[in-house]
DNA sequence: TGAACATATGAGCAATCGTTCATATGATAA
DNA sequence: TTATCATATGAACGATTGCTCATATGTTCA
């Protein structure tokens, strides 16, 4: 510790979230922090889209645009839908694109 | 690649930030991606606080403390003042708030 | 059934990250 | 100046991350 600082920390403690959902917050940004996955979340700011054609769009592999999905649908960010062969990804929910909005809103002001 | 995508592509990539703004913004969600450093964005939630109250509140070192909020720093999310020995830490912008607003209501509905 | 296509997945590896420990910087007071 | 307090910083280490490669799963069509 270090010098005396009252009862500030008790008031602040009382107003933070548990312990969980704060971890649960970390793990959920942790899933925008990626340059990879946020250009597949913007592939699909306005319409589904293949994962190949995701793959296409932003110059990586299948698998690795694939395994980036997994991490998307694992945080609820995406959600898909298949047919026939193919399978679609969409985004799952408009935070998506308000929390890319705010983070956006951040950097260019 | 796979099958046809048709113009889907072109209108898509037509519509996507550049490069070096995607990356800025998976720097900076980046920076969420961490339960330290959600705590301390929570500590400065409703008013300033020094470093070692800090890391009392959150249990943590002052060092790691001192290294996280350098980061914080680094992305203009928390701004700093000096009083004496005491240096005061705040957030530094409304998006910090509304960024983690974002993020709880995506994971608590 | 077998071939071709779209996607998913596991192992492995290089790179990045967050903490600890020791120490440095900067300010105050005696 | 010297001692002490508050904070910052660099190196090192274990843990996590994101990609690649090879392969598996699941679907369609002949």
Redesign the interface.
């Known amino acids: 510790?270090?010098?005396d600082?009252g009862a500030?920390?008790d008031h602040?403690?009382a107003?933070?979230?548990a312990d969980e959902?704060?971890?649960?917050?970390?793990?959920?940004?942790?899933?925008?922090?990626?340059?990879t996955?946020?250009?597949i979340m913007?592939?699909l700011?306005?319409?589904e889209?293949?994962v190949?054609?995701i793959a296409?769009?932003i110059g990586m592999t299948?698998s690795a645009v694939s395994h980036q999905l997994k991490s998307l649908k694992a945080a609820?960010l995406v959600a898909s839908r298949r047919e026939g062969k193919?399978i679609y990804y969409r985004l799952s929910?408009d935070?998506v694109k308000?929390?890319?909005a705010?983070?956006?809103?951040?950097?260019?002001e």
Chains 1, 2 share one sequence.
Request: aromatic share 10%; net charge negative.
């Open positions: 510790m270090a010098h600082h500030l920390l602040v403690k107003d933070m979230p959902l704060l971890q649960d917050l970390g793990d959920l940004f942790k899933v925008f922090g990626d340059t996955r946020i250009k913007y592939a700011y306005e319409d889209m293949c190949c054609a296409e769009l299948q609820n193919t929910d935070h308000s929390i890319i705010q983070g956006y809103e951040h950097l260019t």
